[in-house]
């Protein structure tokens, strides 16, 4: 099986700092990657998907990039509503795997 | 709209079954990949099994092969997961997800439902 691991686990930010988070696969995965949004309660949403292609609707301020085995997801500007879980996961083979997630929240 | 129903889920003891449903609608269903996806509680997402738009394919992550099966019905718009055997581990919330064609459409899982909450408990 394909390990996702992401870093940070935790990030404390604030509003309008830039944010970076990074997904690492432990075999290579091509850009078959996507990144999805959680808050509390709620089902998940695809931000990214293909490593770097954003999702319609999504704001531009997120951008995702990579490929092969090292994936990062860019937040430009922290805003309000960005607090939340993120994951990334891989569909480049199964069983699809996500990352364990981070959490970004309000310094 | 777009949009994906499960149900279903309750509470079950120890070596239970459970069925879980899940109700399509605002798109051609019979044209995708559906998946299952669980949180356990407090816990991070993981996939579960996913199946073909005609039923012919199917895979499972290791831990529930052998005591989940996933189904279809086209003509229903209808996605199941029969639950068998569970286990105290198989507490989650069950999400349904849409999977988007890969080489057409980049993939990933772009429609989810709300979820429906499985209790596996004496």
């Known amino acids: 099986d394909i390990q996702m691991t992401q870093s940070p686990s935790t990030l404390s930010a604030s509003v309008g700092d830039r944010v970076t988070i990074t997904c690492r696969a432990s075999q290579s995965i091509s850009s078959w990657l996507a990144w999805y949004q959680q808050k509390p309660g709620k089902a998940p949403k695809v931000l990214i998907y293909k490593a770097s292609s954003l999702e319609s609707g999504v704001p531009s301020r997120f951008s995702g990039s990579g490929s092969g085995t090292e994936f990062t997801l860019t937040i430009s500007s922290l805003q309000p509503d960005d607090f939340a879980t993120y994951y990334c996961?891989?569909?480049?083979?199964?069983?699809?795997?996500f990352g364990q997630g981070t959490k970004v929240e309000i310094k | 709209e777009v949009q994906l129903v499960e149900s279903g889920g309750g509470l079950v003891q120890p070596g239970g079954s459970l069925r879980l449903s899940c109700a399509a609608s605002?798109?051609?269903?019979?044209?995708?990949?559906m998946s299952w996806v669980r949180q356990a509680p407090g816990k991070g997402l993981e996939w579960v099994a996913n199946?073909?738009?005609?039923?012919?394919?199917?895979?499972?992550v290791d831990s529930v092969k052998g005591r989940f099966t996933i189904s279809r019905d086209n003509a229903k718009n209808s996605l199941y997961l029969q639950m068998n055997s569970l286990r105290a581990e198989d507490t989650a919330v069950y999400y349904c997800a849409r999977d988007r064609p890969m080489i057409m459409f980049g993939g990933g899982m772009d429609v989810w439902g709300q979820g429906t909450t499985v209790t596996v408990s004496s």
């Open positions: 605002g798109f051609t269903f019979s044209s995708n990949w």
């Open positions: 199946i073909k738009q005609d039923g012919s394919e199917k895979y499972y």
């Open positions: 996961q891989q569909y480049n083979s199964y069983p699809r795997t």
